[in-house]
């Protein structure tokens, strides 16, 4: 098959950008209100093909992924006559008489690179953001997603504005080639590796990046608290998101070691009656996307170091591409399983003397996305919000951080840089231009040469805001 | 280098720097610094760059001083955590984003502003509660080791290094992890920043330059175009002799007032800075003999040394410049393709001072514009069709001190921004925090799913919290039928 011509597409979206079309408040507007059409018009296409990447429950493809941007989708049109309004700020006796206000402008032509674990939010929810603040936009869907990248690409060629609106699929070829394109802006969600060169990439062009990565999210799990409530959350948190393959899911739990016996009793139980009894049945859980992660979970499982920590599940299916929650308990550190992101539906139980010992534990690896801990110990819930670095904190819950337009979201260190979802994705595709307006009046002599004492003492005045050392050096008192 | 980087990376992590009273300690060390160094600082200045004090104070001392200032005032504000808005759904919940340091940040400073450069930056980054290693340019050598003796007196000498050196130690310094670099210089440095980031995943800050026009409108009032042309030249000149990154590039103009504005600008540059190039002064030298025979080259072109009206002559022993005016250089020529970083100032002309839109969109996005004009049409459209970091009416310059306002470029300009908040936004991670009760559990959020479930959450998506009450009350059916006849 041959590549389509990645620089022509580029090139016609300048023209389209340079026009000023997309910058209006109209076409804005109508282009949200086209994503939301293909997300109400076409759920069943979109759950379909999701099934067939992941065969991930209609429950979550509703909940997860059309849900989640048609909010996306709407609180976008709500708020964005107020996102583009220019912000009035204070102006100082520096500058006076004058005026000042921060406009937000479109940065320009960007790319949106998404991934395959929620293949259809991770590329529509980045493109909402760039389209609200007015860029042009060419979003590459994933291509181990393959059935929810044709539908995305057969959509938006429908019902978006295709002068500024494209999809590029494709694999590795395709990517180099979008990558080697001048942008705005790259927007990327997958992980650090390829994170890394495309930042490389961009760097080329001074491109600014966001990048949307991973790490392994921790769950500290306290003593004093409602056990069957908190493996609840737990489990939909790691398990009811597309079975663990999930940027934020739970990766491991940290806890003490009295703990550990009334937690697997109370995730034994919650699993069976979520999953049934066999759990590679059932219909509530995703499979594993492909051929490749199956192996490299499973590797994670074989390793000689955990093979006897497994104590719940393990049970794999590799003509269908399914595993079985399961626990490992008591991993040793140096684990394959302990050293990279699991991605997958297992769970490893670290085991510490007391529950602060966690903190340590978490902050002698890579800052992760998401970091958790249930408790009802406010001092130990604000020591770990002080201590713990991760791109966002859940006190008391898994994963729904993610659901809230007011938080920004977005990683730290090894976990990502730059931020979206509500303002924050508006702001992630803006240029916050400067703009101050002075009339010819308020002319300070002060500020031009020949130099004098007098001149000195008014511009010291002046920049610390002493009126009254102002007036004096005015007067040449 | 890996010394330095450990111990600044220890004393982060003792998590000394987090406080607000280290904070506070540091940025009031930084206001001693300034208030009691103040001649040493005046000159170095002048060694460097030929500064005089007024210039240094007005451009780099005061500067400094108002930004540690104004950061002392507002650390506490800017470190409260901002409460979020959450749904009635996640209730009983609150959210709040809290902002912490990133770790160490390295601060690489340029020459042409040595002290505030170097020392701005410093303030976001203490604000934000980090540990600093900071890297002052080896091109402005007096200002540098100023620095490097001076700040280990005044702050933190664990937590906050001055590295000094050159290329090499730049490049040794880019091999180690940083949790966040900020760069002050030119695009092409600035890729090479940005590669070597990436390798980490580091985020980066590059404040970076470019060719910065100023549009002269028809001003008809004589006042108003006096006034105008006294700010160009103040604001060319000015600062650093126009080795500033938000200095006047080149000005555009209408054809039939190009020789009114010359006339004026010859005027305030005789008032301000003398004629004689042996006694000017008031104004800056070029740093350094490479930069020197970088701009006096782009004078040498046959086609742009023609067009010089005014100026032009060189003192090459002291690396003087004198004020330079020219017109309508070929736009091919390096004068008008590079940024000129200089005392030369090109003024082109143009049948129609809208035509100066597309001029300046044909080219890459400058670090700021200038418009001197009253027409109120014509400043929406330069608002509205230009991109640029900055954007400033009727004046030049002043927008830096302006700490309500980002400073940062955009596209070849630079990207990220500081100054007041902005500063200390840049050095911190904006961590979303979200507290939960193990009250109220919304039984739809667990599996196995069925439609009951899938019902409750598309209202859940929809706030539509009638609907949930009637269908927890199982009405919903009944509800939706009667509506539905």
């Known amino acids: 098959m041959a590549m389509v011509d990645v620089e022509a597409i580029v090139k016609e979206l300048r023209g389209t950008y340079a026009s000023g079309k997309t910058n209006k408040y109209e076409w804005r507007v109508s282009q949200l209100k086209a994503l939301l059409k293909i997300a109400e018009h076409h759920e069943k296409e979109i759950i379909d093909a999701l099934k067939s990447d992941l065969s991930k429950p209609e429950f979550e493809a509703f909940v997860h992924e059309i849900s989640m941007m048609k909010t996306a989708c709407k609180l976008a049109l709500k708020e964005l006559k107020r996102w583009m309004k220019p912000e009035k700020v204070r102006t100082s006796l520096t500058t006076f008489p004058s005026s000042a206000e921060i406009v937000p402008e479109p940065l320009g032509v960007v790319l949106v690179i998404s991934a395959w674990n929620y293949p259809f939010l991770l590329s529509l929810d980045p493109v909402i953001g760039a389209i609200a603040a007015g860029n042009a936009v060419v979003l590459k869907p994933s291509e181990i997603a393959p059935a929810t990248s044709l539908v995305i690409a057969k959509l938006l060629g429908e019902y978006m504005d295709a002068t500024a609106i494209r999809v590029v699929e494709g694999a590795v070829p395709e990517t180099t080639a979008l990558l080697e394109q001048k942008w705005d802006k790259i927007f990327y969600t997958g992980n650090g590796k390829v994170g890394r060169i495309v930042m490389a990439a961009a760097a080329k062009n001074l491109t600014p990046v966001v990048l949307e990565l991973g790490g392994k999210s921790p769950v500290v799990v306290d003593s004093n608290i409602n056990f069957k409530v908190a493996v609840r959350r737990i489990i939909a948190g790691k398990w009811g998101c597309n079975n663990g393959q999930a940027c934020i899911a739970p990766d491991y ?97 670290i085991t510490v003397t007391k529950v602060e010992d966690a903190m340590q534990f978490i902050n002698a690896r890579e800052k992760p996305l998401a970091a958790y801990l249930f408790t009802s110990n406010k001092k130990l819930e604000k020591e770990f919000v002080m201590n713990i670095s991760a791109g966002g904190l859940l006190i008391n819950d898994t994963t729904l951080h993610l659901a809230l337009s007011s938080l920004p979201f977005g990683g730290v260190g090894e976990s990502g840089m730059g931020s979206y979802h509500g303002r924050f994705s508006f702001e992630a595709f803006s240029h916050k231009k400067a703009v101050l307006h002075r009339s010819f009046g308020g002319e300070v002599g002060a500020r031009y040469p020949p130099y004098t004492p007098g001149k000195m003492r008014f511009l010291k005045a002046l920049l610390n805001g002493n009126i009254l050392g102002l007036i004096r050096a005015l007067f040449g008192w | 280098m890996n010394g330095v980087e450990e111990e600044v990376r220890n004393t982060f992590r003792s998590g000394r720097t987090r406080g607000v009273a280290w904070r506070k300690a540091q940025l009031q060390g930084i206001l001693n610094l300034l208030a009691e160094k103040e001649d040493e600082i005046f000159e170095a200045l002048k060694q460097d760059l030929g500064k005089h004090p007024v210039e240094s104070y007005r451009d780099e001392v005061g500067v400094a001083k108002k930004s540690a200032a104004n950061a002392l005032r507002c650390v506490e504000k800017w470190m409260a955590p901002q409460k979020g808005r959450i749904p009635l759904v996640f209730f009983p919940a609150r959210g709040a984003v809290v902002s912490e340091p990133l770790g160490v940040a390295l601060i690489f400073a340029s020459w042409n502003f040595p002290i505030s450069l170097a020392l701005d930056p410093v303030i976001g980054a203490i604000s934000a509660g980090n540990a600093v290693v900071l890297k002052p340019s080896d091109l402005a050598p007096k200002c540098s080791s100023f620095l490097a003796n001076t700040i280990p007196l005044y702050l933190d000498p664990e937590a906050i290094k001055v590295v000094e050196g050159g290329k090499d130690v730049a490049e040794e310094l880019l091999q180690l992890k940083w949790d966040k670099i900020f760069f002050t210089g030119s695009p092409q440095v600035g890729r090479v920043i940005m590669s070597a980031a990436a390798k980490h995943l580091t985020p980066v800050t590059l404040e970076l330059g470019g060719k910065c026009p100023a549009i002269f409108d028809n001003l008809s009032n004589s006042s108003d175009l006096q006034v105008a042309a006294k700010r160009i030249v103040g604001a060319k000149w000015g600062p650093c002799n126009g080795q500033a990154c938000i200095g006047i590039d080149y000005v555009l103009v209408e054809t039939q007032l190009a020789s009114v504005l010359i006339e004026l600008l010859q005027k305030f540059i005789k008032r301000f800075y003398g004629e004689n190039l042996k006694t000017l002064e008031n104004l800056s030298r070029i740093v350094n003999k490479h930069h020197f025979d970088r701009v006096y080259n782009l004078l040498k072109d046959p086609k742009v040394a023609a067009s010089v009206i005014y100026g032009g002559s060189v003192d090459e022993e002291n690396m003087l410049i004198e004020p330079t005016i020219l017109l309508n250089p070929p736009l091919d020529a390096d004068i008008m393709t590079e940024e000129i970083f200089g005392p030369l100032l090109p003024i082109i002309t143009m049948n129609n001072i809208e035509e100066s839109i597309q001029f300046i969109n044909s080219r890459e996005k400058p670090l700021a514009i200038y418009a001197f004009t009253k027409n109120d049409s014509l400043k929406e459209k330069i608002l509205q069709e230009t991109s640029s970091g900055s954007l400033t009416f009727n004046d030049a310059i002043v927008q830096f001190i302006c700490d309500t306002l980002p400073f940062g470029g955009v596209g070849q300009s630079g990207l990220g921004r500081y100054h007041g908040k902005f500063s200390f936004d840049t050095f911190s991670h904006e961590k979303a925090v979200l507290h939960r009760s193990f009250l109220i559990e919304l039984e739809p959020r667990y599996p196995p799913w069925n439609n009951f479930k899938m019902e409750f959450v598309r209202l859940a998506y929809n706030y539509d919290y009638v609907g949930l009450v009637l269908l927890l009350l199982g009405l919903r059916g009944l509800f939706r039928t009667n509506r539905s006849q």
């Open chain 1, 253 to 349: 739990i940290v806890t003490t070691k009295e703990n550990v016996p009334k937690l697997l009793d109370a995730m034994k139980h919650e699993l069976e009656k979520f999953y049934g009894k066999d759990p590679l049945q059932s219909g509530d859980l995703s499979r594993i996307v492909n051929a490749n992660h199956f192996h490299r979970l499973s590797k994670l499982l074989d390793d000689n170091k955990v093979v006897d920590k497994v104590v719940h599940g393990g049970q794999r299916d590799e003509n269908n591409l399914k595993i079985a929650p399961t626990i490992l308990l008591d991993v040793p550190e140096d684990s394959l399983i302990m050293k990279e992101e699991i991605f997958g539906p297992l769970l490893p139980i």
